[in-house]
């Protein structure tokens, strides 16, 4: 089974920058996508960054030429690089992976969050 830990998160002044990182262990069939999904208290989870096994890469407006995710060849680990943070980047981080299980059943898996805090 497929786990995820990120870590990486901290306290940073604005401005500052972050790197993100998610280890998987565990093997899946296939990898659909992984991506990076953040939650400020009191909102709703969104979808930060996302890239699918064909290369596609999406990037929430709010990030665009902030934030870079990238993997390792056997994305075994992810990367989420945060530049130029602002206060209302501050939220917690999870990492996700989707794809088929060697069940054939297509899954996500979720890890259990990094916190971002961004000072002004």
């Known amino acids: 089974q497929v786990q995820l830990v990120e870590s990486g998160g901290g306290l940073v002044q604005a401005g500052g920058s972050l790197r993100l990182s998610c280890a998987r262990s565990?093997?899946?069939?296939?990898?659909?996508?992984m991506g990076w999904y953040r939650q400020a208290p009191g909102k709703e989870r969104e979808l930060v960054a996302l890239?699918?096994?064909?290369?596609?890469?999406n990037y929430v407006d709010s990030v665009k030429g902030r934030f870079t995710i990238s993997s390792d060849n056997a994305k075994t680990t992810m990367w989420l690089q945060t530049n130029s943070l602002k206060p209302e980047d501050t939220a917690a981080y999870y990492c996700?992976?989707?794809?088929?299980?060697?069940?054939?059943?297509?899954?996500?898996?979720w890890g259990q969050g990094t916190q971002v805090t961004v000072s002004s």
């Open positions: 996700t992976l989707s794809g088929a299980d060697w069940d054939a059943v297509y899954r996500t898996y």
């Open positions: 565990g093997s899946i069939r296939s990898i659909g996508a």
């Open positions: 890239m699918t096994s064909d290369g596609t890469i």
